[in-house]
């Protein structure tokens, strides 16, 4: 595969970025290379392919090809790594995954008679034969350029982010150079995701594609979604358009994918701004789309207003139906049901209506296990929240299996010496957890997670309890967003789906009498999640956090987060995957130390 030959001006410093800047007027007022051709259509193809799944993903991108094509489209621009899947994880260690990999670029080289496309595979090194430390494989993160059939140049991906998420270091080895190359007339330069977030790195490839004199920078990504990060993103490309003066097509990732410690969900959105800052083309969230854009008719569109608590939700659905899905296409065998504990609390009634929207009511089964401590009134709404969502709701009363585990316990003298605590309480939610568990196994479904990350943060929870199951929707999602969440969805309806008295009631476990998750917690959840939030997400020392909230919450409470978290540590290693949806989520993104004491 041949690769552009560089252009001689390279960025190497201060000095010649603000020799760009001074360019900037000249190039915005040109752009010949679009006006001459006023038919230039180019397709962001924003899909979702799988890792393991490269056959599929190799048919996907050529019917979009053909798509954009019969659109008129001249150019077409696919997300990062693409054919393999962008979290391939150790795959990439298997030689005959890198194989398959190339040998699907060449079908889809084959497929390209009369359009250029860009399209992320991997790529190993061809001149280096010995292995990196450890074994490791000397590979590329790329894009291919292909015009008519023919591969014209291939871009490596220079900046390797290796935080939050990211262990791409782990994978690639950076590429050298940021190159520019002509193709129909247009002077294309490719870059890969993390090349447009350059701040603190020592280059900045988008700046050397701009000096290199590129009338078009095309950006094949997989940037995650995170609450609030449309924004973010929007702001970067914008800005890098008005440093550069440059047109930027931005292609990213949709889905849901496995992120080793829990789902990484991507959002799409992608974009195209003009050389003078406005936006011609913005990509639906959530879902792959084709996005259509004369870049010489400059028809400028108006940036979506993202509402937190709706793009949450979308998230979510999108989230349940991609885990679900990848089950069903791998295994051949129907969408397994998932199987809720309903509670009559917010936080199963929340992950019940998700579901059911993102897999149909005929797909959730619903299961409330009183015992003698449950009211009344939290059974009437787990039964009301299963005829409102359409779905079966199965009763297991636990009192006797409770009765018949502690008499076999209190068998042991020294168990039977000590007076009722916290274990008693234990003992009921593990064997709710076996009751729904066995459903799972017996019909073929998977139990789905209903804890949320306060609880988590907290340790207001159960090992091999609440916390089982095979999957957890809102193990990042914090207590005040469980209950913007449920009023967004009775709102949306127009109708209480999830009940009222559901939301107003004050939150308990109830395993044991007049319990309410403050009295464990130090303060109500509510008060508790937005600081939680932002002393995680910020990383917020403890005296820092004592500080900044003093008087929002009583004394000793900031302490007790911090306390509470830690004694949590230990659990959090084995919780169910979550899915991802705030910046520093647990799992990979927030490595601690088990135990450490430290609170300073």
């Not at 001149?127 to 494989?137: A, D, F, K, L, M």
């Not at 008295?501 to 403050?518: C, F, G, H, M, Y």
């Not at 959090?572 to 979550?578: T, Y």
Request: proline content about 5%; overall charge negative.
């Amino acid at each position: 595969m041949s690769t552009a030959t560089p252009s001689s001006s390279a960025f190497n410093g201060t000095d010649q970025a603000l020799g760009l800047s001074a360019s900037n007027s000249v190039k915005a007022a040109v752009h010949t290379a679009f006006t001459a051709k006023q038919d230039y259509r180019v397709a962001v193809a924003q899909i979702a392919t799988y890792p393991g799944q490269i056959e599929q993903n190799t048919q996907k991108i050529i019917s979009y090809i053909e798509r954009a094509r019969d659109a008129g489209a001249r150019l077409v621009v696919f997300p990062e790594m693409t054919i393999p899947g962008y979290q391939c994880l150790d795959l990439l260690y298997n030689p005959n995954y890198i194989s398959d990999n190339l040998a699907a670029l060449q079908k889809i080289r084959a497929a390209t008679a009369g359009i250029t496309v860009i399209v992320g595979f991997v790529e190993p090194t061809a001149e280096r034969t010995e292995s990196r430390p450890g074994g490791r494989p000397h590979l590329y993160n790329s894009a291919a350029i292909i015009h008519d059939g023919k591969i014209v140049a291939v871009q490596h991906k220079s900046l390797l982010p290796t935080y939050e998420i990211f262990d791409e270091e782990r994978y690639f080895i950076p590429g050298q150079d940021r190159n520019v190359v002509e193709v129909d007339g247009i002077k294309i330069g490719t870059q890969i995701c993390e090349d447009l977030w350059s701040q603190g790195y020592s280059i900045d490839p988008s700046s050397e594609l701009a000096l290199n004199g590129a009338d078009l920078i095309v950006n094949i990504s997989a940037s995650p979604f995170h609450v609030g990060k449309f924004g973010v993103r929007a702001e970067l490309l914008c800005s890098t358009v008005r440093r550069t003066a440059t047109p930027i097509i931005y292609a990213n990732l949709v889905g849901s994918y496995d992120g080793y410690e829990g789902e990484v969900l991507f959002d799409g959105r992608s974009l195209v701004v003009a050389g003078d800052g406005k936006v011609l083309g913005v990509g639906q969230g959530f879902n792959d789309d084709l996005i259509l854009v004369d870049l010489a008719l400059q028809h400028e569109v108006a940036l979506p207003t993202i509402d937190r608590t709706a793009e949450l939700y979308s998230a979510l659905v999108m989230g349940i139906r991609d885990y679900f899905g990848r089950r069903s296409r791998i295994t051949g065998a129907p969408i397994p049901k998932a199987v809720i504990g309903l509670s009559g609390g917010i936080d199963s009634a929340l992950v019940a209506a998700l579901c059911v929207e993102a897999l149909g009511p005929s797909n959730v089964i619903g299961v409330t296990m009183p015992s003698r401590y449950s009211s009344q009134a939290t059974l009437a709404d787990a039964f009301k929240l299963a005829e409102n969502l359409g779905i079966h709701c199965k009763v297991i009363a636990i009192d006797k299996e409770c009765e018949a585990v502690e008499a076999s316990l209190r068998l042991d003298p020294e168990f039977a010496a000590r007076p009722s605590d916290v274990t008693e309480e234990n003992i009921q939610a593990r064997i709710r957890m076996v009751n729904l568990m066995a459903i799972a196994n017996k019909l073929g479904g998977l139990m789905v997670n209903t804890g949320n990350r306060t609880e988590l943060i907290m340790n207001n929870c159960t090992i091999y309890g609440d916390m089982t199951g095979g999957f957890s929707v809102l193990g990042d999602v914090d207590k005040d967003r469980v209950y913007e969440l449920a009023n967004y969805i009775n709102k949306q309806a127009a109708s209480e789906i999830i009940p009222e008295s559901t939301i107003t009631r004050v939150p308990s476990a109830e395993l044991k009498e007049n319990q309410a998750d403050e009295n464990v917690m130090g303060a109500p959840p509510q008060l508790l999640a937005p600081i939680a939030r932002e002393i995680f997400e910020q990383r917020l020392t403890l005296t820092e956090a004592q500080v900044r909230f003093k008087g929002r919450v009583p004394e000793g409470v900031i302490r007790n987060i911090f306390v509470r978290s830690d004694e949590f540590e230990w659990k959090s290693r084995q919780m169910p995957p979550a899915l991802r949806v705030t910046s520093h989520a647990y799992g990979v993104g927030r490595r601690m130390p088990m135990n450490h004491g430290f609170y300073k």
